[in-house]
């Protein structure tokens, strides 16, 4: 279990580095000056290469955690537990390589699929910190042989969830894309997806009835 672990975190934290050094170069070609907004429009080429190789990540973090363990429940909580940790050492090295994001504050593009995807720093943060304690806490379950009944109500609640949290990212996404200046997110959709996310998830992980 301690293995599996270590070894899944140094993964997440390579990948992380590879991930900002990415950016990096990205900056260096499309914002020498620094990430501003309205965004430059990216040649088509560049940007389905930049669309491919981010759906190529979460490839490789699915097959990564497909070969380490061997239920479905203990994969789903190490690849969750793999993008959380990946996203928050992504804005560490981004910090040390480029002394950005300035402040949690910050606004910056999250994803691109199907669209782009903008929100504050805080926010994919926070996701990723959950996503962190809900795969550590269900893979030592898992390794005491306890596993969870995560029952359809469970699934269709989260989500939900997710999609009131993605819905707040794309919400300013769709606005950048028109070139507007003005970014607006609505905190109110992410932190009710969020709270809903993360509140069904304890109640269902700590009570005995969904637990065999």
Known sequence: MAKHLFWLMVWSIVFG????AVVVYLREIYY???LTFP???MDGRILLTEVLREAATLLIMWATVYLVYKRLQSRIAAFVLLFGVWDVFYYIFLKLLLDWPESLNTYDIL???PTPWIGPVWAPVLVSIGFIYAGIAILIRNHQSQFFHFGRGFILIELFAALLII????IPGSSVQGQNLQIHFPWYLFLMGFLIGISVFLYYFYSSDHRK
């Open 17 to 20: 580095y590879m991930e900002a």
């Open 32 to 34: 020498p000056e620094g």
């Open 39 to 41: 965004l430059v429009i």
């Open 111 to 113: 994803f691109l699929i």
């Open 167 to 170: 819905i707040s990212f794309v």
